[in-house]
């Protein structure tokens, strides 16, 4: 073996190997900081949840409803959409549902992500497809009071003393919702 031979194998090795320890130390730094990112998130979203929820607001038409208010009672609130094929597949349960437990202090409240919806055509909405409960044009700001809203539909659960407690992602069926409620006394 020349001299040449003997000295390129080992700088073969050096080439080969000291770029990959520098991806792998990088990797593990980004890992560290994603690390750090997703328990930051998730002591934020806690701290979130731990204290009682401050929304008010007017639904489509017009009558102001506060969280505050419901105080003592729970309140379900679902995030939806006209367009949406599983939010309208569950629109009629939660209206069962809301009807059912209007007296069991139950509240369920709707939140519409529709931009091209007026007030007044989802007022006609919710009227057509017999909903008995408030609904309300919601903005991207106003959904992060809620933490985290992967997709629609999402429900929420406020507890009696207006904590955020459960979140359902997906059409919910009001067995699911009292499953919630019982899970969360």
């Not at 990112?37 to 701290?47: E, N």
């Not at 509240?107 to 055509?121: F, I, M, R």
């Not at 909903?131 to 999402?154: D, Q, R, W």
């Amino acid at each position: 073996m020349s001299v040449r031979k003997m000295w390129m194998k080992p700088m073969l090795g050096v080439l080969v190997m000291q770029p990959w320890g520098a991806i792998n130390a990088g990797l593990y730094r980004i890992g560290r900081w994603l690390g750090a990112g997703l328990g930051l998130s998730l002591l934020l979203s806690t701290a979130v949840w731990a204290a009682p929820l401050e929304f008010s607001k007017q639904d489509v038409n017009g009558k102001t409803h506060a969280l505050a208010a419901e105080r003592g009672n729970y309140v379900v609130i679902n995030i939806w959409a006209t367009w949406c094929p599983p939010c309208r597949k569950e629109l009629p349960e939660l209206a069962e549902f809301a009807k059912t437990h209007a007296k069991d202090h139950i509240k369920v409240w709707g939140l519409s992500v529709d931009t091209n919806q007026s007030p007044a055509e989802l007022s006609l909405f919710a009227e057509e497809n017999h909903l008995g409960y408030p609904i309300f044009k919601t903005t991207p700001n106003e959904l992060a009071l809620f933490g985290n809203v992967p997709g629609i539909p999402t429900t929420f659960l406020i507890n009696p003393k207006g904590e955020l407690v459960a979140r359902h992602v997906g059409a919910i069926t009001g067995m699911q919702l009292m499953q919630m409620i019982k899970n969360n006394p």
